[in-house]
C-alpha cells in the first residue's frame, strides 16, 4: 500500500504525481487508511456504503468553486463506495452507479462552461464503466426483487426454481464483469485524470461567468436541463417506451441538478418542486423496470429455452400489469409537474 498524503499547499501536485505513478504502477485508489483498513479487518465490520450527499454551497460562492464543490462531493461518493463494490455488496453497486451518474450529470449541467473536449472524454469514460454497473444492477434487481415480487403467483415445482437459477447465473456474469473492470487500471486512471482536471483549469477561456456567483448563474443552468425535460414529455400519453425512458433519464439529471444547487435556495421551496420531480420519476421508473425485467425474461428464454413456460410468463404478466398501472398514474403525475413553477425563478 501507498499512502499519498498533503500535508499543506495546493492539491494538484498530489494528483499529478499519483497519475505518474499509476501510469508506471498496477496502483488502485483507495481513500481507506492502513490504520482504518486493519481496524476493519481485526473487528470483522462490514465495509460503509456510502449514499450521495448534496453539497453545502453559500451564496457567496462562484461558480467556478461550485462546480468543483459539487464534483468533489460525487467524486467522494464514487470512490468511497469502491471497497463495498469491490467485497459485491449490492448497495454499494447501486450507490457507485449514482455518483458516477450524478458525475456524469454535472459536467452536462456546466458543458456550456467547460472545455467541452475533455468533458466530452471523462463523461465517455464514466459512461462506459456506469455501463458495467448497470448491467450488474439490472440483475441484482432482476434476482432480488422483481422475481420474489412475482414468485407468490406462482408455485414452487412449476418451473420458478429453474428460473430463479438460471436468473443467479447472468447475474454472477455480471458482477464478474464488474470486478474484473475493477481489477483493471481504467476506474483509477479515469478518477485520478477526472479529478486533477477540475482542480485545474477545466473552463473555458472565454467564459467569464465562472468568475460570478453561483446563484446567478444556476437559473440558466437548470433552465436548460427544464426545457430536454418538458421537449421530452410532450404528448406523453403517446410515447413509446424508449421515449419515456429518455425522459426518465433526463428528469433524473434535472432532479440531481436541482439536488446539486438545493442549498441556494429556500428549503421549503426545493421540497415542494422535488416532490413533484420524485412522483413523476417514480411512475417513469416502474415503467422502466417493468420494460427491463421483460428484457432481461426474454434473454433467459433465448438462452435457455427449457426453461418453464408458466414461470416465465408469469414475470411477463406481472411485469405488464405494472407498466399498465404506472402509465395510468403518468398524465396526472406529468400535469402536476409541468405546472409546478421552478423555485429558481420564483
Avoid at 499529478?16 to 498496477?26: F, G, K, M, N, V
Avoid at 457507485?96 to 469514460?125: H, N, P, Y
Avoid at 437559473?219 to 430536454?228: E, H, I, Y
Amino acid at each position: 500500500m501507498l499512502t499519498l498524503e498533503l500535508k499543506n499547499g495546493p492539491v494538484l501536485p498530489l494528483y499529478h504525481l499519483a497519475i505518474r505513478l499509476q501510469a508506471d504502477l498496477p496502483l488502485h485508489i483507495s481513500v481507506q487508511t492502513k490504520a482504518g483498513r486493519g481496524y476493519r479487518l481485526l473487528t470483522r465490520h462490514s465495509i460503509r456504503v456510502t449514499p450521495a450527499r448534496a453539497p453545502v454551497l453559500s451564496a457567496k460562492i462562484t461558480a467556478a468553486d461550485g462546480f468543483r464543490r459539487i464534483m468533489r462531493e460525487d467524486m467522494d461518493s464514487l470512490v468511497n463506495n469502491l471497497p463495498a463494490v469491490k467485497a459485491d455488496d449490492m448497495e454499494g453497486i447501486h450507490q457507485m452507479r449514482v455518483a458516477i451518474r450524478r458525475l456524469r450529470t454535472t459536467l452536462q449541467l456546466f458543458s456550456v462552461c467547460l472545455d467541452d473536449t475533455k468533458a466530452t472524454q471523462f463523461e465517455d469514460g464514466l459512461q462506459r464503466i456506469g455501463r458495467i454497473l448497470g448491467a450488474a444492477r439490472d440483475w441484482d434487481v432482476f434476482s432480488t426483487e422483481t422475481l420474489r415480487t412475482a414468485s407468490p403467483a406462482l408455485p414452487m415445482q412449476d418451473g420458478w426454481q429453474a428460473l430463479n437459477t438460471a436468473a443467479t447465473g447472468l447475474r454472477t456474469q455480471a458482477h464478474n464483469a464488474l470486478q474484473q473492470e475493477l481489477a483493471g487500471p481504467d476506474i483509477t486512471a479515469c478518477v485520478l485524470a477526472l479529478t486533477a482536471w477540475m482542480e485545474d483549469a477545466p473552463f473555458r477561456g472565454s467564459h467569464k461567468k465562472m468568475d460570478h456567483k453561483l446563484i446567478a448563474l444556476a437559473p440558466d443552468l437548470l433552465d436548460r436541463v427544464t426545457r430536454k425535460v418538458v421537449r421530452r414529455g410532450r404528448h406523453i400519453s403517446h410515447l413509446s417506451t424508449t421515449d419515456l425512458h429518455s425522459l426518465r433519464k433526463t428528469l433524473k439529471k434535472l432532479r440531481y441538478s436541482v439536488d446539486s444547487m438545493a442549498s441556494l435556495y429556500p428549503t421549503r421551496k426545493v421540497k415542494s418542486y422535488l416532490k413533484h420531480c420524485r412522483r413523476l420519476q417514480s411512475c417513469l421508473g416502474d415503467i422502466n423496470d417493468a420494460a427491463v425485467a421483460l428484457t432481461l425474461t426474454d434473454r433467459l428464454r433465448c438462452i435457455q429455452p427449457d426453461l418453464s413456460t408458466k414461470a416465465c410468463n408469469t414475470v411477463i404478466r406481472w411485469s405488464k400489469k405494472r407498466r399498465q398501472q404506472a402509465t395510468r398514474r403518468l398524465p396526472q403525475a406529468w400535469s402536476a409537474f409541468h405546472k409546478a413553477t421552478p423555485f429558481w425563478r420564483s
